[in-house]
């Protein structure tokens, strides 16, 4: 078993709908570690850590997320191996 990281970065409306929670749920869901956080620009990074299959799979369902959100854009930065995270949270 290969584990990925990815760093991503959503924009459009995803502040203020949900997008965090629900990220950290669908994380959970499929067992996909790391943690999301919303930045200053109205945009979401999250970083997350698992098979590549199911990273891509919570990718995917970024490009959708919440009912409430819509998003415009998704960038993807797979990372080299790092720290090995343990669960998935929501950052402030």
């Known amino acids: ?5 990815a760093k991503v970065r959503i924009s459009g409306r995803v502040q203020g709908v ?5 990220t ?3 994380a959970a869901e499929l067992g996909v570690t790391g943690w999301c956080r919303n930045c200053p620009d109205g945009s979401v990074e999250a970083i997350f850590q698992g098979e ?11 490009r959708e997320g919440p009912k409430m959100a819509r998003v415009d854009h998704v960038d993807i930065e797979w990372l080299a191996s790092g720290d090995e995270l343990n669960i998935f949270e929501v950052r402030a």
């Open 24 to 26: 950290r749920e669908k």
């Open 52 to 62: 590549k299959q199911v990273v891509q799979r919570v990718i995917d369902w970024c």
């Open 18 to 22: 949900w997008f965090r929670q629900s």
């Open 1 to 5: 078993m290969t584990i990925v990281s």
